[in-house]
């Protein structure tokens, strides 16, 4: 009788570890894909503006907001030798806060990446902010983003063009 309980205790706890490892596998496959689902609220380049010879052609960005979305750091990648152009239409709706490059970041594969911060200034107002850069003598608009302040609190909401 003792036999028959230890066979079956032995071949349950044979079960739960199997049941255990399987919910390992399936947490660690969460914990690694998560970082690649868009945490980070980055926006691909949809690669329709820009020369086809563009080596700059596509521009990752990134929108990373405070709590309380009352302001938003915006991230592109550095280019090489270029200078990213800034432009806020109509002025006064948005404040720029902070405009600076960082030199290293793992994210855009150690070319660093230039940082604008917004807050709104004039609640239930719109505001044109577009992003681009010289090449060749022209011009290359990289985003274009529609950026809303709120009337109750300020908050700001992005939508891209």
Known sequence: MNQIVEKHKSGLKGVLMKKSAVLFII?????????????LSVIEDSGLTGDKNDPYNVAPMQKLYNREHTNVQIRL?????????????????LLMTD???VPDDYIFNEQGYHKWVFHGAQPGRNATVTFS????????TKHTLTV???E????LRIYEK
Request: net charge negative; glycine share 8%.
């Open 148 to 150: 809303y302040v709120d």
């Open 27 to 39: 947490l660690i496959f969460i914990f690694i894909s998560v970082p690649f689902s868009g945490c």
């Open 99 to 101: 405009n600076a490059y």
């Open 77 to 93: 990648r550095e280019i090489p030798e270029q200078r990213w152009s800034v432009g806020v239409e109509p002025s006064g709706v």
């Open 152 to 155: 109750t609190d300020m908050s």
């Open 133 to 140: 850069y010289d090449y060749n003598g022209t011009t290359v």
